[in-house]
């Protein structure tokens, strides 16, 4: 039997309607991490750099930005 893709598990979860609705509360969540790694990028300053002027650690920055896509 074949794996479902990520793509088809997702979709397949999705169809719980509670589910659905706290996944569907986080895109606003997500979107500013978005927005904030695409900043970072744009204005050329590092992870390091980031964390600097955000008063966090590097480790910090970089898992945000594991989750930016």
Request: overall charge positive.
């Amino acid at each position: 039997m074949k794996r479902p893709t990520f793509t088809e598990a997702k979709k397949k979860a999705l169809k719980n309607h509670e589910l659905k609705k706290e996944y569907d509360s986080l895109g606003p969540e997500y979107d500013l991490i978005r927005q904030l790694h695409r900043m970072r990028l744009e204005s050329g300053l590092t992870q390091k750099d980031m964390a600097k002027l955000l008063g966090t650690k590097k480790p910090n920055i970089s898992r945000l930005g594991s989750h930016a896509f």
